[in-house]
């Protein structure tokens, strides 16, 4: 069964700070690994993906590192703010699979004023 | 602009009633998705649809079943709900197009099996 483990769980931090959120995957037909944001009540949304070719993107405030050989990658969120705070998601999708996602567990945030 | 909704958004059933709950997206996407969200196990996928008259199974997909008569609907029915169906539900839809992953997620539908 394809699996991609994420961690931690939850995580607080202070204004500012900036968390780090990692995922790890088993699969090497990986090619395609977003970041989903979920706030209270809505359903998730993309934030920023990434593809195997390339070990780090930026979008605003938000990095994917993307580590190939290891099968992890992370999310960083920098100068975090109160905004910030939601469940995050990790996934992977391969399109031998049909375009489909695998979701990791999720990461619940809490940025502190 | 395009949206995908989900009904009801709050269910509350018993134990052993058929519960369907549905999906409607106007993206005329050919992908669509049905996952539940539990804490502590993510998204998991429940069962996909490639286009009309396409189903299949995803990792938890014993106790639910789906049709797809058209573009937009992708119902979900729980035949006999049972208690360990309580979670929240979300239906997602994407393009299908190769390379196209990205998902598009519904609000939800929060279903209470008492």
């Known amino acids: 069964q394809q699996q991609v483990k994420q961690s931690p769980q939850s995580l607080i931090v202070q204004k500012g700070g900036i968390p780090i959120i990692n995922c790890a995957y088993e699969?090497?037909?990986?090619?395609?690994f977003p970041w989903y944001q979920q706030f209270p009540g809505k359903g998730p949304a993309l934030l920023i993906a990434?593809?195997?070719?390339?070990s780090e993107k930026k979008e605003g405030r938000f990095t994917i590192s993307f580590n190939k050989s290891a099968k992890q990658f992370s999310l960083h969120i920098m100068d975090s703010q109160p905004g910030d705070s939601a469940t995050y998601f990790c996934?992977?999708?391969?399109?031998?699979?049909?375009?489909?996602?695998?979701f990791g567990g999720g990461t619940r945030l809490m940025v502190k004023p | 602009d395009a949206e995908i909704t989900q009904s009801p958004r709050h269910k509350i059933t018993e134990t052993g009633r058929q519960v369907t709950l549905a999906c409607h997206q106007t993206?005329?996407?050919?992908?669509m998705f049905w996952y539940r969200q539990d804490l502590g196990h993510g998204l998991r996928l429940i069962h996909y649809?490639?286009?009309?008259?396409?189903?299949n199974k995803g990792e938890v997909s014993d106790g639910y079943s789906v049709s797809r008569s058209n573009t937009e609907d992708l119902p979900l029915t729980l035949e006999s709900a049972a208690s360990s169906q309580t979670s929240v539900y979300f239906c997602?839809?994407?393009?299908?197009?190769?390379?196209?992953?990205?998902?598009?997620f519904g609000p939800g539908t929060r279903l209470t099996v008492t």
């Open positions: 996934a992977a999708g391969h399109g031998d699979a049909g375009n489909m996602l695998t």
């Open positions: 649809s490639y286009g009309v008259q396409d189903t």
């Open positions: 990434i593809r195997p070719d390339v």
């Open positions: 997602a839809s994407s393009e299908g197009s190769a390379g196209s992953y990205e998902q598009y």
């Open positions: 993206w005329n996407h050919n992908n």
């Open positions: 699969n090497t037909a990986f090619d395609y």
